[in-house]
């Protein structure tokens, strides 16, 4: 079973930066990629970053240009730079992990940009 741990939200005026870990610990098979997702209240949880095993990434319309998604395969940690934040930016994010034979999300980290 995999554990995700999220970390690094917080309240942030607009413009400004924050930086999210998501740190996977237990029994983790070959992963094929790692993944930040977000929730705004009301609304349906969407992709924002995904980062495949070969390095390759993908981002959302929305944050391209700002957010940067990276990971340190040694210690099966995926990073999320949040740069130029804006109000729209705010909601709960988390972390997901895609293995050969399963998926595992962490529990969500709250980021609250204030206008």
């Known amino acids: 079973q995999v554990q995700l741990v999220e970390s690094g939200g917080g309240l942030v005026q607009a413009g400004g930066s924050l930086r999210l870990s998501c740190a996977a610990s237990?029994?983790?098979?070959?992963?094929?990629?790692m993944s930040w997702y977000r929730q705004a209240r009301g609304t349906q949880r969407e992709l924002v970053a995904v980062i495949a095993s070969d390095g390759s990434t993908n981002y959302a319309d929305s944050v391209k240009g700002r957010f940067t998604i990276s990971r340190d395969n040694a210690k099966n940690t995926v990073f999320l730079q949040m740069n130029s934040l804006k109000p729209e930016d705010t909601g709960v994010y988390y972390c997901?992990?895609?293995?050969?034979?399963?998926?595992?999300w962490g529990q969500g980290t709250q980021v609250t940009v204030s206008s």
């Open positions: 237990g029994i983790i098979y070959r992963i094929n990629s």
């Open positions: 997901k992990l895609v293995s050969v034979y399963n998926y595992s």
